[in-house]
């Protein structure tokens, strides 16, 4: 298989009103298409910021001081955003962490899955919100037509999770980032959640890049495990002194910009 992703020596750091921090420090990373790449680590450790990264989604106060990020042989961090716009959410979709805040409350949320549809499938309104229907199906929510017309605040978090990933797959892109897709759920709903992820992998032949602080989590579900401490991918089998192992500039708490 090829590399659809490829991260050298990415390298994000955090501008804030005392100084500058690193977030992602050094990383590089390869994810082969149709593969699950497993990364995991405690809050705080990057994993959000690197998927971020990916996106090109930084929060303010984010900036890039090296490296790159390759997808399918073209660096996104050389491109105009406007091409990014294209490549954002039809090749690459982003489930995010926390639903509540990545769903828009006003909206149905058939109207927010079909808008991906709308944007860069360039399909009418009718026909996009038929795709959203669909969409829902395909990842687990029953009766899709329904919830496809309710609002955030009156699905279940289960729900909200899998209205996510049809908005993260509805193009179906190439490659999958998943942050954190059961964090807020209990273990009999986490597990239909990453049956629904698995599902919709092989249906399309996605590349998943799953992040978890969970690694009994990504261990059932990822063809290989990569560790992440302090903006840092490790190798736990070779433990090294704190002050090798860690850079001297060591990442804010996740409380710092609230992102895990």
Request: charged share 20%.
């Amino acid at each position: 298989m090829s590399d659809l992703l490829q991260i050298e020596d990415l390298a994000t750091h955090i501008r804030l009103h005392r100084g500058e921090v690193v977030a992602v420090d050094r990383v590089s990373l390869r994810v082969q298409a149709g593969e699950t790449v497993g990364l995991v680590g405690e809050s705080g450790c990057g994993k959000t910021m690197l998927a971020l990264s990916v996106m090109r989604l930084l929060p303010p106060g984010g900036l890039f001081r090296g490296g790159r990020i390759e997808y399918q042989g073209v660096d996104l961090l050389r491109l105009p955003e406007r091409r990014m716009r294209a490549i954002r959410g039809s090749q690459i979709g982003m489930v995010f962490q926390d639903p509540s805040a990545a769903l828009n409350p006003t909206m149905a949320v058939g109207e927010q899955v079909a808008e991906g549809a709308s944007v860069h499938l360039h399909v009418s309104r009718k026909e996009a919100l038929e795709r959203a229907v669909e969409a829902l199906a395909k990842v687990g929510v029953n009766q899709a037509s329904d919830v496809a017309g309710r609002y955030p605040h009156q699905l279940s978090g289960g729900l909200r999770q899998r209205v996510l990933i049809a908005m993260a797959t509805i193009c179906r892109p190439s490659l999958l980032l998943a942050d954190e897709p059961t964090s807020a759920v209990d273990a009999p709903v986490a597990q239909q959640i990453m049956e629904s992820i698995q599902a919709v992998k092989q249906e399309m032949g996605l590349a998943v890049l799953l992040l978890s602080h969970d690694r009994a989590l990504v261990e059932g579900w990822s063809d290989r495990i990569l560790e992440m401490r302090a903006g840092r991918l490790i190798d736990p089998s070779q433990p090294t002194r704190a002050d090798e192992q860690y850079a001297p500039r060591a990442p804010l708490p996740p409380s710092a910009w609230g992102l895990g």
